[in-house]
């Protein structure tokens, strides 16, 4: 009998940004279904990630292409393993961006092996999309989701778009566009009071609307993929809902690519369907931090070693 909770808890799913070299050893180590989960990816991809994901460099598994099926094959790993040990059947599921899809293929509606040649392909559609040097993204911190927007709008000149692209936590929103109107809209920002505000080292904007031509190459790679209800509700980024249509499911996947994540507005719909505990299912701690400063009655342990397993399958069965 599973001694993890069986109560209302809910699972959520890293994306970009969560990859480190040497994630999941420890549980790999435990866990021969985790090297098989890898093996699996490997095969579909043509080349052996758990060298790449466990000896790096790190600059290469930084690749958009290449980051997207790692991150997506550790969240995967680690929900088998969950599975193995008698883990209980959560009653919601989240993915930020990327994220997404593990919680997809967690939830049956995507196969693994196709989810892992979709998210290389979004990851190089998306890195293609806008020319290197064009398009950015930037970190707000401390200003109003709506005073961010304000700037956004007053940067946006001749052309040259800033939007917001992550709603991550209240006071942290990242935005995305052309490189001049998102250092445009830095500066209103700062004026507006923001206590930090700084462009981010990244290659592309993702979710914004410059991302339109990865949106369309993805659309006709995915209308190929076969997709089935989830036999758990996902809700998902885009439509912030949970759909048992894979008509409505493929088409939020495609219109994410384009729009914001908005996970405040994701977890308050994880509050509201009174989810008390969450597990975060991937390498790193970035969602439990993020829920942390979203609603501090949202507690969310980070699984993927070891011990946070051990931690998460020895709660309670009600919490």
Same mark, same amino acid.
């Given at each position: 009998?599973?001694?993890?909770?069986?109560?209302?808890?809910?699972?959520?799913?890293?994306?970009?940004?969560?990859?480190?070299?040497?994630?999941?050893?420890?549980?790999?180590?435990?866990?021969?279904?985790?090297?098989?989960?890898?093996?699996?990816?490997?095969?579909?991809?043509?080349?052996?990630?758990?060298?790449?994901?466990?000896?790096?460099? =790190?600059?290469?598994?930084?690749?958009?292409?290449?980051?997207?099926?790692?991150?997506?094959?550790?969240?995967?790993?680690?929900?088998?393993?969950?599975?193995?040990?008698?883990?209980?059947?959560?009653?919601?599921?989240?993915? !930020?961006?990327?994220?997404?899809?593990?919680?997809?293929?967690?939830?049956?509606?995507?196969?693994?092996?196709?989810?892992?040649?979709?998210?290389?392909?979004?990851?190089?559609?998306?890195?293609?999309?806008?020319?290197?040097?064009?398009?950015?993204?930037?970190?707000?911190?401390?200003?109003?989701?709506?005073?961010?927007?304000?700037?956004?709008?007053?940067?946006?000149?001749?052309?040259?778009?800033? =939007?917001?692209?992550?709603?991550?936590?209240?006071?942290?929103?990242?935005?995305?566009? !052309?490189?001049?109107?998102?250092?445009?809209?830095?500066?209103?920002?700062?004026?507006?009071?923001?206590?930090?505000?700084?462009?981010?080292?990244?290659?592309?904007?993702?979710?914004?609307?410059?991302?339109?031509?990865?949106?369309?190459?993805?659309?006709?790679?995915?209308?190929?993929?076969?997709?089935?209800?989830?036999?758990?509700?996902?809700?998902?980024?885009?439509?912030?809902?949970?759909?048992?249509?894979?008509?409505?499911?493929?088409?939020?996947?495609?219109?994410?690519?384009?729009?914001?994540?908005?996970?405040?507005?994701?977890?308050?719909?994880?509050?509201?369907?009174?989810?008390?505990?969450?597990?975060?299912?991937?390498?790193?701690?970035?969602?439990?931090?993020?829920?942390?400063?979203?609603?501090?009655?949202?507690?969310?342990?980070?699984?993927?070693?070891?011990?946070?397993?051990?931690?998460?399958?020895?709660?309670?069965?009600?919490?």
């Amino acid at each position: 009998m599973s001694t993890s909770p069986a109560g209302k808890f809910g699972m959520v799913f890293p994306g970009q940004g969560s990859q480190h070299v040497g994630m999941l050893a420890e549980l790999a180590a435990q866990h021969s279904i985790v090297h098989a989960t890898f093996a699996e990816a490997s095969n579909t991809l043509g080349y052996d990630l758990w060298q790449l994901v466990q000896a790096g460099p =790190t600059e290469q598994l930084s690749l958009t292409h290449i980051t997207q099926p790692a991150i997506l094959t550790s969240s995967v790993a680690i929900w088998r393993v969950w599975q193995q040990q008698g883990g209980a059947m959560p009653a919601l599921m989240a993915g !930020h961006s990327l994220g997404e899809y593990s919680a997809l293929v967690c939830a049956g509606a995507i196969d693994f092996a196709s989810a892992v040649s979709l998210v290389r392909q979004r990851g190089e559609f998306m890195q293609s999309a806008v020319p290197v040097g064009i398009g950015t993204m930037a970190a707000i911190l401390g200003l109003a989701d709506a005073e961010v927007e304000r700037c956004c709008a007053a940067a946006t000149l001749a052309g040259n778009v800033a =939007t917001a692209a992550n709603y991550n936590s209240p006071g942290q929103l990242v935005i995305a566009g !052309h490189v001049a109107a998102v250092e445009r809209a830095v500066v209103l920002c700062k004026e507006a009071g923001a206590k930090r505000a700084m462009v981010l080292p990244v290659s592309a904007p993702f979710h914004s609307p410059l991302m339109a031509p990865a949106a369309e190459q993805f659309s006709a790679v995915l209308a190929g993929v076969t997709l089935t209800a989830p036999r758990i509700p996902v809700i998902q980024n885009h439509s912030l809902v949970s759909s048992s249509d894979p008509d409505q499911i493929r088409l939020a996947l495609v219109r994410q690519i384009v729009s914001p994540v908005p996970w405040v507005a994701t977890m308050q719909l994880f509050a509201a369907q009174q989810v008390v505990k969450i597990f975060e299912i991937g390498p790193g701690k970035v969602l439990a931090g993020l829920n942390k400063r979203i609603d501090a009655s949202l507690d969310t342990l980070a699984v993927n070693d070891p011990a946070s397993l051990a931690q998460a399958l020895s709660l309670p069965a009600t919490v």
